[in-house]
């Protein structure tokens, strides 16, 4: 027969053994974790990729274009004492009157470059260059309005800045307190749709015009300075048959 400490069930065994857990493994290891794969790594998270890497985002599509910029023309005065918002003297004086509209120069300017515009100023008198680059910096794009009327001028100013194509413009003055960035916007993404962009006055002017395309001869002959040119510039865009989309008025000083 067998020796007693062999065989059957009833050999002897090392204390602390059970009769039937752990056989063919150390002890410490549970009987059915981590079977076939390294300890710390999760059952089904993290396979096929290593570990602290995370899953690539997906492709995206090519760069929409950037909207063109606005393209402003705004019309401005050097702001010398007795040249600028005479209107408004003997109320003020000279002095203070230059001094309120080279305020609202700069402000006008401020406004436009909030809409993040092309930037023309278009000024008068011509020797006045110098007065202006030490009020607006020398970068800014300065343009000596051409002599006539306001009309001819304004036609003129837009024709230098589109160098003969055909673009939109919007034409802006620089006394309008109520002019806002929101507003230019406006008659930019307006221009899109209609020809011409009208901004009226209180006062029966015009604070913003606005071309799609050229229109010689549209601001030709019209009573400037009158407080009927906003009537004058309606009926002209009427009689050629010219749609046209207007702006919520604005009081200009």
Same mark, same amino acid.
């Given at each position: 027969?067998?020796?007693?400490?062999?065989?059957?069930?009833?050999?002897?065994?090392?204390?602390?053994?059970?009769?039937?857990?752990?056989?063919?493994?150390?002890?410490?290891?549970?009987?059915?974790?981590?079977?076939?794969?390294?300890?710390?790594?999760?059952?089904?998270?993290?396979?096929?990729?290593?570990?602290?890497?995370?899953?690539?985002?997906?492709?995206?599509?090519?760069? *929409?274009?950037?909207?063109?910029?606005?393209?402003?023309?705004?019309?401005?005065?050097?702001?010398?004492?007795?040249?600028?918002?005479?209107?408004?003297?003997?109320?003020? *004086?000279?002095?203070?009157?230059?001094?309120?509209?080279?305020?609202?120069?700069?402000?006008?300017?401020?406004?436009?470059?909030?809409?993040?515009?092309?930037?023309?100023?278009?000024?008068?008198?011509?020797?006045?260059?110098?007065?202006?680059?030490?009020?607006?910096?020398?970068?800014?794009?300065?343009?000596?309005?051409?002599?006539?009327?306001?009309?001819?001028?304004?036609?003129?100013?837009?024709?230098?800045?589109?160098?003969?194509?055909?673009?939109?413009?919007?034409?802006?003055?620089?006394?309008?307190?109520?002019?806002?960035?929101?507003?230019?916007?406006?008659?930019?993404?307006?221009?899109?749709?209609?020809?011409?962009?009208?901004?009226?006055?209180?006062?029966?002017?015009?604070?913003?015009?606005?071309?799609? *395309?050229?229109?010689?001869?549209?601001?030709?002959?019209?009573?400037?300075?009158?407080?009927?040119?906003?009537?004058?510039?309606?009926?002209?865009?009427?009689?050629?048959?010219?749609?046209?989309?207007?702006?919520?008025?604005?009081?200009?000083?």
């Amino acid at each position: 027969g067998r020796g007693g400490g062999k065989g059957g069930g009833g050999g002897k065994r090392g204390p602390g053994k059970p009769r039937d857990g752990g056989r063919g493994r150390k002890p410490g290891k549970p009987a059915d974790a981590g079977k076939g794969r390294k300890p710390g790594k999760p059952g089904s998270a993290g396979r096929g990729r290593k570990p602290g890497r995370p899953a690539r985002p997906p492709a995206r599509g090519p760069a *929409r274009p950037r909207p063109p910029r606005p393209e402003v023309a705004i019309f401005a005065r050097v702001p010398l004492p007795g040249a600028v918002k005479t209107r408004l003297t003997p109320a003020l *004086r000279a002095d203070e009157a230059a001094d309120l509209y080279r305020a609202l120069l700069v402000d006008t300017i401020e406004v436009a470059e909030g809409a993040d515009a092309r930037l023309t100023i278009a000024f008068t008198p011509a020797t006045g260059r110098r007065q202006l680059e030490r009020l607006l910096g020398p970068r800014r794009h300065l343009l000596i309005q051409p002599p006539g009327d306001l009309g001819e001028r304004i036609e003129a100013v837009v024709g230098q800045i589109r160098r003969g194509k055909a673009g939109r413009v919007v034409v802006a003055g620089s006394d309008c307190p109520g002019l806002t960035a929101a507003r230019i916007g406006e008659a930019w993404g307006a221009l899109e749709s209609a020809p011409v962009v009208l901004g009226p006055a209180a006062d029966g002017g015009l604070y913003l015009i606005g071309f799609a *395309r050229p229109a010689e001869g549209l601001l030709r002959d019209i009573p400037w300075s009158t407080g009927r040119e906003l009537d004058a510039v309606r009926s002209r865009l009427v009689e050629r048959g010219i749609a046209f989309h207007e702006l919520a008025p604005e009081r200009d000083l």
